[in-house]
């Protein structure tokens, strides 16, 4: 499918509704500025792609409603990459969009094996409740 640039409103949505609820922990670590900032800079040495799962996300004439999000890092000079948070908002769980957000990670890393010198040497994924997973 077609990929668009995660719109301000969206990520700032998506940042405070699950986000931060979910990774108390690392709130204040990585910031929405320093999210915006790796999205706009393409000379980052840290790429990220911020993944959005909800409605009315690209007509910016409709209130998003933001069911869950996940963020990945490529980090070019190694090729290698990291799913660091996933989540879905608590009134969507058991709709599949954990597994649809997962799955486009997996592509995100297609992309980047694609697009870069150093392609994907290798991919991690950090689990910061083992209690909560379920299956992988």
């Known amino acids: 499918s077609a990929e668009a640039p995660v719109r301000d409103d969206v990520l700032q949505i998506a940042f405070d509704q699950v986000y931060a609820p ?3 922990e690392a709130f204040g670590y990585h910031t929405l500025e320093m999210f915006k900032d790796m999205l706009n800079n393409p000379d980052s040495p840290v790429a990220l792609k911020f993944i959005v799962a909800g409605q009315n996300l690209r007509n910016e004439n409709e209130q998003p409603v ?3 999000m996940a963020a990945a890092f490529y980090y070019k000079d190694s090729g290698t990459a ?5 989540a879905v908002d608590e009134a969507y769980r058991k709709e599949g969009l954990g597994n649809a957000l997962f799955r486009q990670y997996e592509q995100a890393l297609v992309d980047w094996a694609n697009t870069n010198e150093k392609g994907l040497q290798g991919h991690y994924i950090s689990c910061q409740a083992p209690e909560s997973l379920r299956h992988i």
Not at 82 to 86: A, E, P, S
């Open 66 to 68: 933001i069911k869950g």
């Open 82 to 86: 990291q799913l660091t948070y996933l």
């Open 22 to 24: 979910n990774f108390p």
